[in-house]
Nanobody, 126 residues
């Protein structure tokens, strides 16, 4: 069992930056691949970024490539999502999730994740 707690969300103007954190507790988080997803009102949850358990491979949604960066510190059981050049369309609740399986398709698919955090709200004003 893994518990995930996100933090770092908030209100920011377009063009601004935020860094989200996701702290894992319970079973050793370094055994899991980790992902960030987001869900805007009235929309389905969508993939944002993912990172393998040892941090050597990352994946990004096309909409955030070049603006967002996912990283992890296994010593701190923490995964980060650095978000730069934020746009109003980035407004959503952001969730981190843990996945014990590998592969690009698996890590980009919400249904393949086992554990989820409660989410943190990110609001980007124009």
């Amino acid at each position: 069992q893994v518990q995930l707690v996100e933090s770092g969300g908030g209100l920011v103007q377009a063009g601004g930056s935020l860094r989200l954190s996701c702290v894992a507790s319970g079973r050793t988080s370094s055994t899991y691949n980790m992902g960030w997803f987001r869900q805007a009102p009235g929309k389905e949850r969508e993939f944002v970024a993912a990172i393998t358990r040892n941090g050597d491979i990352t994946y990004y949604a096309d909409s955030v490539k070049g603006r967002f960066a996912i990283s992890r510190d296994n010593a701190l059981n923490t995964v980060y999502l650095r978000m730069n050049s934020l746009k109003p369309e980035d407004t959503a609740v952001y969730y981190c999730a843990a996945n014990q399986y590998s592969g690009r398709y698996v890590l980009m698919t919400a249904a393949r994740y086992t554990y989820w955090g409660q989410g943190t709200q990110v609001t980007v004003s124009s």
